[in-house]
Nanobody, 114 residues
């Protein structure tokens, strides 16, 4: 069973930065597009960024210019650098395959205070 482990969340002030990390097995990440998703309270889970095996990236309008997704295939990790946080970034963040997600991990909570 595929398994993703997310880490790096926490409490940050608006305007601050956090870096999230996603780890999974080599077989899970290799040659696959990986997405970072988030789910805010009372809202549906949404894709915020994705990265292809060739490092092509795509971002949701709400985070473009503030978030940067990268991958390190040697370490089997996909990171999300988040800068200039806004309160609306508060959510549980998950990583998974894109476009068809597999089982979800625990996620990591990001809380942005004003």
């Amino acid at each position: 069973q595929e398994q993703f482990v997310e880490s790096g969340g926490g409490l940050v002030q608006a305007g601050g930065s956090l870096k999230l990390s996603c780890s999974a097995s080599k077989s899970t990440l290799s040659l696959r597009t990986i997405g970072w998703y988030r789910q805010a309270p009372g809202k549906q889970r949404e894709l915020v960024a994705r990265i292809s095996p060739l490092h092509n990236t795509n971002y949701a309008d709400s985070v473009r210019g503030r978030f940067t997704i990268t991958r390190d295939n040697a370490k089997n990790t996909v990171n999300l650098q988040m800068n200039s946080h806004k309160t609306e970034d508060t959510a549980v963040y998950y990583c998974n395959l894109f476009p068809i997600a597999l089982s979800w991990g625990q996620g990591t909570q990001v809380t942005v205070s004003s």
